[in-house]
Every structure is written in structure tokens, then in C-alpha cells.
């Protein structure tokens, strides 16, 4: 299994892109005396540096990528999941009359009744089993079906065809969800941006600017992180939500922010309880990636994740997970 990519900046992605667009502004002001240093420092120089970061920026981001894995969720919800359903529903039917003097319950679960209910559920690993359930007792059972069931020809062909749907999509799905290799190509793109810009502020607080500590400040990274993201500039919004989509109040929502410095150092856990409607904001946070978890009020499950936020930005994250519902 190949390795995690790893940030090597310790600033949030926007913060970044905003601290390359100064020091590149400043780049270009000071353009003349770079050159004078070095004469890689000329007008092309400037475009390359500045198309790795349009590059960088083009990469979906975290936001991006959840809202792929929340589209493909709704259209497994309201397009896929109905015709399961209703193709179980119908089967029934078929089967009471294929052996309309016997209890019909026995079939049913061998059809997959079992898994119908958490499958209407939204556990898109019943409604596969449901599939596949369906498929097996139609193809063992065919003939009954058709005579005296009076399930009609094309039916079996539906069935199959609506599974394979569900299943084409359900895998879309996990792989929307997995996002690994696509926040891989987006920390290496910004890993490059980094290395590029910090080469650029060594230069020009090393080297052009050695001598004259105004213009070195121009040229520090964590002088220009504090321009564009002064503390408590952010904010999060956590919403929490049982499997089948309903709010869970009370939860403990914890966050803590990351050192991505100087891992050893841990930052103190921030806790907010979830109103009626699941929420948990987080006002005046600092900008950074987050370690976060929800917890039932009853401590019984907990849920974690990882949330960047940004300066100015409203940050939201769903955290979804098979918490109980709660007791009177």
C-alpha cells in the first residue's frame, strides 16, 4: 500500500495560495533586484511560478470532493434505492401467488426480506444483498414464478438491470468517499507550490535582502501567514446525523487542531454540544486541519474526522454514523 502524501506547509491550503500571491507580488515589485542576484529571476520565471499555484489551485479540494460524495449519495437516495425497493415489493406478490397455500413468509426472507427494512434504511450494503438475494431465489424459482405467480417475463430482466444500476453507482459512491488518491495529487501539487515559494523567500530574505530588514519581512513565510490569516478568523459548522439522515442531539462534538510544525505539541480540544437539529458551531476558530470526533450524549458511539478550515471561511462537515436514537 503505498504511503500517505504528506503536507509539508504549515498553513491551510487557501492560506497557501494567498501567502505564494504576496510573496510572488512581492516578487515582482523587487523583480530587479532578484535579477541582479541571479538572472533565473526574469518575467517567464514569474509566469512558471505563478501557474504551479493555478495548477495547485485547480485540484478539487476537500470541499469539493465532499460535495461529489453528497451528489452521488442523493442520486443513490431519490434514483437508485426505489426501484430495489419496489422490485421486492412486487416479487411478494409473485410469491404469494406461486405458493398461495402456504405461508409466504418463509420465501420472503429467502428473497430477502431479512434485508429489506435496513435496506429502505439507507445500509447500501443490505440493499447489495437484497440484489443479490432477489436474483438467486428468481433465478431457483422461475418457473413457479411465472405459473401460477404471474410474474411477467420482463420482470427478471428488471430486477438485474436495476441491481447493476445500484451497484455501478454504489461503487461510484465508495470511491467519491475514499478520497486518498485525490487529496494525494492535491497535497503533492501544494507540497510543489510550497518548495517553489519558500525557494523565493530564502532568496529574497538570504540573499537580496540581507542587509535591509524591512524588505526581509516581505520575505518570511510566517510574516506573511499572519497578514493574510490573523487568529480567530474562522469558523466551523458540524452537522450530525444518524445513518438514516436524522439529527442527533446532544452529541459531544470535539475538535482539536493540528501542529503540523511540531506534531508533539497538542493543542487544547475545543467541545460544543449539538442543538435539536444536530448542529455544532465552532465560532472565531483559527485557521488549520482539524482532528475532530462526535459522540452520543450516552457515550456509546463515537464518529471521527478531519476538517481544514479557513480564514473567512464558513466550514461545514457532515459527521454520520449508526448513533442511537435517543430514550424519553
Keep these: 500500500m503505498a504511503e500517505e502524501v504528506v503536507a509539508n506547509y504549515h498553513a491551510t491550503e487557501?492560506?497557501?495560495?494567498?501567502?505564494?500571491?504576496?510573496?510572488?507580488?512581492?516578487?515582482?515589485?523587487?523583480l530587479a533586484a532578484f535579477?541582479?542576484?541571479n538572472t533565473k529571476y526574469d518575467a517567464a520565471f514569474v509566469t512558471a511560478l505563478r501557474q504551479t499555484r493555478t495548477d495547485a489551485m485547480a485540484?478539487?479540494?476537500?470541499?469539493?470532493?465532499?460535495?461529489?460524495?453528497?451528489?452521488?449519495?442523493?442520486?443513490?437516495?431519490?434514483?437508485?434505492?426505489?426501484?430495489?425497493?419496489?422490485?421486492?415489493?412486487?416479487?411478494?406478490?409473485?410469491?404469494?401467488?406461486?405458493?398461495?397455500?402456504?405461508d409466504p413468509k418463509p420465501r420472503y426472507e429467502a428473497a430477502g426480506g431479512t434485508k429489506y427494512a435496513t435496506a429502505a434504511a439507507k445500509n447500501w450494503e443490505d440493499v447489495v444483498g437484497l440484489n443479490?438475494?432477489?436474483?438467486?431465489?428468481i433465478t431457483a424459482n422461475a418457473v413457479l414464478l411465472d405459473d401460477p405467480g404471474g410474474m411477467p417475463g420482463t420482470f427478471e430482466v428488471k430486477v438485474t438491470t436495476d441491481a447493476n444500476n445500484f451497484a455501478t453507482n454504489y461503487a461510484a459512491f465508495m470511491?467519491?468517499?475514499?478520497?486518498?488518491?485525490?487529496?494525494?495529487?492535491?497535497?503533492?501539487?501544494?507540497?510543489?507550490?510550497h518548495e517553489e515559494l519558500m525557494n523565493v523567500l530564502e532568496d529574497g530574505a538570504e540573499r537580496v535582502f540581507r542587509n535591509d530588514a524591512a524588505k526581509q519581512k516581505n520575505y518570511v513565510f510566517d510574516t506573511l501567514k499572519d497578514i493574510v490569516s490573523p487568529p480567530g478568523s474562522a469558523s466551523l459548522?458540524?452537522?450530525?446525523?444518524?445513518?438514516?439522515?436524522?439529527?442527533?442531539?446532544?452529541?459531544?462534538?470535539?475538535?482539536?487542531?493540528q501542529n503540523a510544525e511540531d506534531p508533539g505539541v497538542v493543542a487544547p480540544p475545543i467541545t460544543v454540544i449539538t442543538d435539536a437539529?444536530?448542529?455544532?458551531?465552532?465560532?472565531?476558530?483559527?485557521?488549520?486541519?482539524y482532528d475532530g470526533s462526535a459522540t452520543s450524549s450516552e457515550g456509546s458511539v463515537t464518529v471521527d474526522f478531519t476538517k481544514e478550515i479557513d480564514t473567512g471561511v464558513n466550514a461545514r462537515v457532515t459527521v454520520q454514523g449508526d448513533f442511537p436514537v435517543a430514550v424519553e
Design 14 to 30: 487557501l492560506e497557501l495560495y494567498a501567502i505564494a500571491e504576496l510573496g510572488y507580488n512581492n516578487l515582482e515589485t523587487d
Design 35 to 37: 535579477t541582479a542576484k
Design 59 to 102: 485540484l478539487p479540494d476537500e470541499e469539493a470532493r465532499g460535495a461529489e460524495h453528497e451528489i452521488l449519495r442523493n442520486k443513490l437516495v431519490n434514483e437508485f434505492l426505489p426501484p430495489v425497493l419496489d422490485n421486492f415489493n412486487d416479487l411478494k406478490g409473485y410469491i404469494k401467488d406461486a405458493w398461495a397455500n402456504e
Design 132 to 137: 443479490d438475494s432477489m436474483t438467486s431465489f
Design 175 to 193: 470511491q467519491a468517499r475514499e478520497t486518498g488518491v485525490a487529496r494525494g495529487e492535491k497535497v503533492t501539487a501544494n507540497n510543489l507550490l
Design 237 to 257: 459548522r458540524a452537522l450530525v446525523l444518524r445513518n438514516d439522515d436524522t439529527p442527533v442531539e446532544a452529541a459531544n462534538v470535539t475538535i482539536r487542531l
Design 277 to 289: 437539529q444536530g448542529v455544532a458551531l465552532f465560532e472565531n476558530a483559527d485557521p488549520g486541519r
